[in-house]
Structure formats: C-alpha cells, structure tokens
C-alpha cells in the first residue's frame, strides 16, 4: 500500500513522539493526588506515550482530503513534542 505524503508525515510525527516518549526518565508519582484522585505507579514514559497516543486518537477522524486541517494539526503536533522532548519536561498528565 502507498501512503501519501501527508500521511508519511502523520506517521513519522507519530513515530517521533513515541521515541521521545521512550527517552524520558522512568519518574514515578508515588500516588500523588491529582484533581481529588489518586494516580497510581505510571512511570512518565507510560504518560507521554499515552498523551501521544490520545492527541492521535482524538483527530483520527479528520477527513484525509481536509488538507489545512492537517497539515494545521501536524504543525501544532510538531511544536507539542518540541515543547515536551525539552529535558525539563519531566511529565505530563
């Protein structure tokens, strides 16, 4: 099957996220209370390729011929993982 380019483009944004995800250090939130609730022991990789995954799931209905919306989404994913491969960026909920 060939894909077109921006379809390249969503998986190679995905892919990168997902790698970035697997560099962050394995930080554990000793079931820190967060918005009344207890989280549990998820490292911050689990949260980051989570948000990662979740970001793409929420707009996997976009119409693939709505080519400003996604390039518009691949521009604001592009800057979201610049954002969060930053080494201070320790987790994300």
């Not at 969503?10 to 079931?31: D, H, T």
């Not at 979740?54 to 011929?65: A, I, P, S």
């Not at 993982?81 to 201070?88: A, D, I, K, Q, T």
Request: proline share 2%.
């Amino acid at each position: 099957m060939r894909y077109s380019g921006l379809q390249r483009e969503v998986m190679k944004l995905y892919r990168q996220c997902l790698r970035a995800a697997g560099k962050k250090p394995e930080v554990r939130a000793n079931s820190v209370a967060f918005s009344h609730r207890l989280i549990g022991l998820k490292s911050s990789k689990t949260h980051f390729r989570d948000a990662a995954r979740r970001e793409f799931r929420k707009h996997q209905k976009v119409d693939k011929k709505d080519f400003a919306a996604i390039e518009a989404l691949l521009r604001m994913g592009s800057r979201k993982l610049e954002l969060y491969s930053s080494p201070g960026v320790k987790d994300i909920h």
